[in-house]
T-cell receptor, first 114, second 114 residues
Framework: TQLLEQSPQFLSIQEGENLTVYCNSS?????LQWYRQEPGEGPVLLVT?????EVKKLKRLTFQFGDARKDSSLHITAAQPGDTGLYLC??????????????FGAGTILRVKS | NAGVTQTPKFQVLKTGQSMTLQCAQD?????MYWYRQDPGMGLRLIYY???????DKGEVPNGYNVSRLNKREFSLRLESAAPSQTSVYFC?????????????FGDGTRLSIL
């Protein structure tokens, strides 16, 4: 069974600070997706990384996939109150395994105070 | 654009009652999924349908059944509800059942079982 561990579980920071959220596993994933979820809504995809070592940037958000495709990180620069939400990482099946079943981490609750 | 629509948004059941959660997508997607989200546990896959006419078990299928009614609709049924099934249920869809495909989520059904 593939497992994804996210850390920290909860993060409360001031506007303008930087932060990093981690997603780790002992399993190898074909891809890693990051979703953001707001209260009362479903998760919304932020990014998909598929190649070991890949780095993707989305404005102030930087996503990295580990070289061995077992871990990923999300770094936010100069956080804003609008970044507040639940951040979820999700791993795709191992290479060679068919399908789009995702394994989700437990999530990181981010609160950015103004 | 409606995307993925789930009904109802809220429901309270008594132990032993049955209920069907409805999900419909208007994006012409082939694959659909049912997840449950519990505090501290992220999202866990209950059942999925890779394409119209097929369904498969996910990580936590016990106590649930599904029906892929047509390409648009995928329902989740609780035959005899138990308090352990109190959760938020999310339906999602993706274009294909390929790894790396983004999943689009509905806004969830909040289900309480007394």
């Amino acid at each position: 069974t593939q497992l994804l561990e996210q850390s920290p579980q909860f993060l409360s920071i001031q506007e303008g600070e930087n932060l990093t959220v981690y997603c780790n596993s002992s399993s190898v994933f074909s891809s890693l997706q990051w979703y953001r979820q707001e209260p009362g809504e479903g998760p919304v995809l932020l990014v998909t990384v598929v190649t070991g070592g890949e780095v993707k940037k989305l404005k102030r958000l930087t996503f990295q996939f580990g070289d061995a495709r077992k871990d990923s990180s999300l770094h936010i620069t100069a956080a804003q109150p609008g970044d507040t939400g639940l951040y979820l990482c999700a791993g795709g099946p191992p290479r060679g395994e068919y399908g789009n079943k995702l394994v989700f981490g437990a999530g990181t609750i981010l609160r950015v105070k103004s | 654009n409606a995307g993925v629509t789930q009904t109802p948004k809220f429901q309270v059941l008594k132990t032993g009652q049955s209920m069907t959660l409805q999900c419909a997508q208007d994006m012409n997607h082939n694959s659909m999924y049912w997840y449950r989200q519990d505090p501290g546990m992220g999202l866990r896959l209950i059942y999925y349908s890779a394409s119209e006419g097929t369904t498969d078990k996910g990580e936590v299928p016990n106590g649930y059944n599904v029906s892929r009614l047509n390409k648009r609709e995928f329902s989740l049924r609780l035959e005899s509800a138990a308090p352990s099934q109190t959760s938020v249920y999310f339906c999602a869809s993706s274009q294909r059942d390929y790894s790396n495909q983004p999943q689009h989520f509905g806004d969830g059904t909040r289900l309480s079982i007394l």
